[in-house]
């Protein structure tokens, strides 16, 4: 259960959008952290996919990310 994100200035309610590059691909963080199991020991680390939201007012954008289950 992830609560509404609000705007620090405006104090409304931030729009959750998807974030892609001007290519279409999705963005992606790669953590530090190996992956659990077979993966991690092959050197695979932990990817991040960011979510932007947007603040409707301003237009500030803030940059989320979680991890994806698989
Ligand atoms: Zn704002």
Redesign the pocket.
Known sequence: MSSPKR?P??G?ELEALKIKTAEGHFLRIETDEPLEGIWGKLGSKEVLKPTAHV?P??G?TRLYTKQEPN
Request: aromatic letters at 0%; glycine letters at 0%.
């Open positions: 705007c200035d405006c409304v603040c007012e301003c500030l």
